[in-house]
Structure formats: structure tokens, C-alpha cells
């Protein structure tokens, strides 16, 4: 026995080949579950095969020989690793060696010649999964959920060359269904959602609980599904409105922006006033309370505005920073959940310079400075006037984004000087009013004289 174990730690040593084909493990069953095969870590175990069998009971193990040689066979365990057990009750009938009865759950070492194969053989029967029954623990409104099995499912343990404890994954699926949120379409799609455990051994837990009423189903294992057989266990909680999670998303758009300098880069909107933002919240079907709420500071100390309904359209007027957020909450208020974006809507001070320009040529042919404009920033209120020399009103608009083209009842004013005043409220309440001169020079296509409006 001691020149077995110093070839034994010698082999085990060394980097062992897979079973060749002409050296087969083969089992003879009396019913028809198939032995299911698995390839360990050769690094790690020094195993070339686990074979998991339905049951053992009655069933028979061959090995044929790739040498001609009758081979001998040993067992080991995690307590025998080091001095394997030689089996002598073998038949040998050719180059096939049998043992009838198959000892389960028990490592193996077949030598044929002098080339050791190493593997494992796991009694299904013994470890057989059961899935009786399945409770759950909510620990609060939106935290985790613990669930408790009632059946049997331990790890299956086998052991390497070395007597190192092993264990095969059972792959446990736990399913159930919950929302999803898809930026593309902006609309909470199902989800289903599948756990893998290795054994029940394994906390069965979820760490997010889902956003829908749904059921949890614990199935397996990878084994029983092999051979067309399953185990289950399904529960339909009984959620009422006080433990319910909920969730939110949210979206901004910007509304009648396109001539104020506004821009929305990701989450953060400045520009000039007035600002005028769409924001729509999109909550969970079990959601019963929802809240937009605006605030100066960012950590919402103190809300400005609150508005009780999931689409606020809103106009910012005043100069200064502002925080948007959405709040939703189930029926009795013990969960509470804020969409992910806080919203930041900056609005620069206002502006309109000391002195407009006053040279402009409209009906211009290259359609270059053929629209006298008040240069502007942040206007709430604004209204402008347009007089000849005699003080003949010819023009007035009261949208700081527009302007004059130089006509008067459709017909372009003759060239000269005509004059502006301008009256306008800043959004930081400011108060303007410039007046002063604009002169109408003579282009080409013009002849100066395209309308009388002299003396009206």
C-alpha cells in the first residue's frame, strides 16, 4: 500500500489527460434517466468526471480498458483521499471491467495500465430536491424580501483527489415579474426576472422587490430538468396598498424655446426667461400619490411650489436657479420614492443694451440687416414703438424676439431717420426704457423713395 500511495501522489502531480475514448466509464440502468455527465475544473479537483446518476440502486459501472489489461479499481473519500480503497470485487470479461453494485457517493480511480483515471459518482436519490412550501418576509415597503423554504435541496457534495470538499451547483431558478422603464418608447414595460441559488443552502433573497403584484416561483434543479422532470414551489402574495413598492421616472422638455437661448444640456436648462419647461413624471401602476416639487436650493429645504399631478407645464420668468423633482408614494404612505433626476432650470439675468443699433437697410436683395431687432436677454414684459420725424406712429410690437422690417401699411418707409422708444420688465424685475434714432440707408434696389410717409 505505501508504494501505491507514492505513485498515487506522483500521478495526482502530474497534468492528467481527459478519459480517452477507448478508456469509457459506462452504467447500466434499469430505468431510463440517463447518466448525466459533468467536466470539473482538472486544476482544481484532479477529477476527470462526475457522473450523477438517477439512483444507484441495482446499477452496474463499466470501464473498458484502452491497454487489453484487466484494470484494477480503488475508492476514496474525503477521508480516505491519501490511501485509496482497491475494489476486488470486479469481473472482467474481455477488456471491460464491471462492478455490479455501484458504491454512491464515492471518488473512483480506475487504472488502466498504468494511466489513472479519477472520478466521482453522486447517488441523485440521496440528495433528491423537495420543494414543499415557500414564505416570505417583507423586510420594509421598498427593501429587500426574504423568502423561507420548506423542502429539502442541500448542496451536493463531492470531494478533489486531494479529499478537498466540493459542491455541484443545483441552478435553483426563483422567478417572478416586475417593471421595467424604456427611455426609447418612455413607458414601464414586464419584466420577468429569473435568481439562479446553487442549493437551498443559499438566502433566497430579493434585494429590489418588484414594482407590480406578481408571483414567486422557486424551480429546479438543472439535474431534474435534464431528465425532463421538475420540482416546484409558487406563492401569490397577498400585497395589499401598504407594502406595495413603487417607482417613478421622469422626463423635460422644453416648450416655445426656440428663439430665447435656451438650452437643455442632460439634466440642467438655462437660458433666458421667460423658460417654458414640460415636466412628466411616469409612475407605477400601484402608485396612489404623486408630487412635482420646486425649490431654490438643491437639497429642498424649502419648496417654492408644489403640484399634485404627474405632467406640470411651466414657465420660468424670474431670474435665478431652480430644482424640479418627483416624488410618488403608495396608498398608506409607508414608501416613499424620488425619480432619479433632479432637475436644474437656471435663468440668466436680464439684459437690453444702453444703445440699440440704429442703422439697418431692409428689403435688402442678400437679406442681410433687413430687420431692425432689440438685442435682448431675460424680457417678462417688453413693448416698442416706431415714429417718423413727425412723430407718425408707423410700427409697434410688444414680443422682444420680433422687430421692424421698415414698412408701413405693407409698403417700405422712404430712407432717413426714424426714431424707437422701448419700454420693458427684466425677469429679475428690472425696469428699461431706452429710446434714440434708427437710420434707414439707401441699398441697391432701393431708390429711396418707396413710400411717401413724410408729413403723415
Not at 7 to 22: D, E, G, N, P, V
Not at 419 to 425: L, N
Request: net charge negative.
Amino acid at each position: 500500500m505505501r508504494t501505491m500511495n507514492k505513485r498515487l501522489i506522483s500521478l495526482m502531480a502530474a497534468a492528467l489527460a481527459l478519459l480517452s475514448a477507448s478508456g469509457q466509464v459506462t452504467f447500466t440502468l434499469l430505468g431510463n434517466k440517463r447518466v448525466i455527465e459533468e467536466t470539473p475544473s482538472l486544476s482544481e479537483t484532479g477529477l476527470h468526471k462526475i457522473f450523477v446518476v438517477y439512483d444507484t440502486d441495482s446499477v452496474e459501472m463499466s470501464f473498458t480498458s484502452s491497454t487489453g489489461q484487466k484494470a484494477t479499481w480503488f475508492t476514496f473519500d474525503a477521508n480516505s483521499w491519501g490511501s485509496p480503497r482497491e475494489i476486488t470485487n470486479i469481473s472482467w470479461d474481455g477488456t471491460k471491467t464491471t462492478l455490479r453494485e455501484v458504491i454512491p457517493d464515492m471518488g473512483y480511480i480506475i487504472y488502466d495500465g498504468t494511466t489513472p483515471h479519477f472520478f466521482w459518482v453522486v447517488d441523485y436519490a440521496k440528495h433528491y430536491l423537495e420543494l414543499n412550501d415557500m414564505f416570505m418576509n417583507v423586510v420594509s415597503p421598498n427593501g429587500p424580501i426574504v423568502f423561507t423554504v420548506d423542502g429539502q435541496g442541500e448542496a451536493i457534495p463531492y470531494c478533489s483527489i486531494h479529499g478537498v470538499p466540493q459542491t455541484l451547483d443545483r441552478n435553483l431558478k426563483f422567478t417572478y415579474s416586475t417593471l421595467e422603464w424604456n427611455d426609447t418608447i418612455a413607458e414601464w414595460k414586464p419584466k420577468t426576472v429569473v435568481n439562479e441559488y446553487s442549493s437551498l443552502n443559499e438566502q433566497i433573497k430579493i434585494s429590489t422587490p418588484p414594482l407590480c403584484k406578481t408571483e414567486f416561483t422557486l424551480s429546479g434543479d438543472r439535474f431534474l430538468r435534464q431528465w425532463n422532470l421538475t420540482d416546484s414551489v409558487t406563492i401569490w402574495p397577498d400585497f395589499d396598498e401598504s407594502t406595495m413598492a413603487v417607482g417613478c421616472a421622469t422626463l423635460a422638455e422644453l416648450l416655445d424655446n426656440d428663439e430665447n437661448e435656451v438650452s437643455k444640456q442632460g439634466d440642467v436648462i438655462s437660458g433666458s426667461a421667460p423658460i417654458r419647461v414640460l415636466f412628466t413624471g411616469f409612475p407605477t401602476p400601484n402608485v396612489a400619490y404623486r408630487l412635482w416639487e420646486m425649490a431654490k436650493d438643491e437639497a429642498f429645504e424649502e419648496t417654492i411650489l408644489q403640484f399634485n399631478q404627474d405632467v406640470v407645464d411651466y414657465t420660468f420668468n424670474d431670474t435665478g436657479t431652480y430644482y424640479m423633482r418627483y416624488m410618488v408614494a403608495n396608498e398608506s404612505g409607508s414608501c416613499q420614492v424620488y425619480g432619479d433626476t433632479i432637475y436644474t432650470i437656471m435663468v440668466s439675468e436680464s439684459y437690453i443694451p444702453e444703445r440699440l443699433p440704429n442703422i439697418f437697410s431692409p428689403g435688402s436683395t442678400k437679406d442681410v440687416n433687413d430687420v431692425w431687432t432689440v438685442p435682448h436677454k431675460s424680457l417678462v414684459e417688453f413693448h416698442c414703438w416706431i415714429y417718423n420725424r413727425w412723430g407718425t406712429l408707423l410700427y409697434e410690437f410688444t414680443d422682444p424676439n420680433g422687430g421692424w422690417d421698415g414698412t408701413y401699411h405693407g409698403r417700405l418707409v422712404d430712407t432717413g431717420v426714424y426714431y424707437y422708444v422701448v419700454t420693458a420688465t427684466g425677469s429679475d424685475g428690472v425696469k428699461y426704457k431706452r429710446r434714440g434714432d434708427i437710420n434707414i440707408l439707401l441699398y441697391k434696389g432701393n431708390s429711396g423713395s418707396s413710400t411717401d410717409s413724410g408729413g403723415l
